[in-house]
């Protein structure tokens, strides 16, 4: 059963994990998961994907952002998964465009709310948080009860 657009954003916002697919110049979709947090500041709905401090990297500059910056179109996939019961399964699919110079506000409530979130990122360990504004949103769930 298709999810009403509501429900869909409700779904997504209560979430922090999911796969961030970008757009890779020659290999084409770049699934990465991720940690993130969700926004909505005038009317507009925004998600925020950290680039922290806590998890080891070759270098703070991540291809997630390369690939946006050369193709700012992207998506974010959350589903909920049970083995034993598939009348509970549900996704919500969230169309993003890459925000590359962002308003501090919406930078500033990304970070609380994932330092609120992860108990590992309640110092804001960030280099900086990548924002992307949600254009569109899906979702399906099995059941009324998913």
Partial sequence: MRLPEGEARER???EVHGVLVTLHPE???DPQPVVFAVTEQDGAAFVGVPI????????SRLRREDNLEADPRG????EHWETDDWSRLWWVRA???????PAEPVVEDLADRLA???P??????FHRVLVCRVVGITGWAASEDA
């Fill in 120 to 125: 590992q990122y309640a110092d804001k360990p």
């Fill in 12 to 14: 997504l916002a209560r």
């Fill in 95 to 101: 169309q993003l465009e890459h925000v590359p110079d």
């Fill in 75 to 78: 998506s974010l996939l959350v």
């Fill in 116 to 118: 609120g979130a992860v």
């Fill in 27 to 29: 290999r084409g979709p």
């Fill in 52 to 59: 922290d401090k806590v998890k080891p990297k070759r270098s």
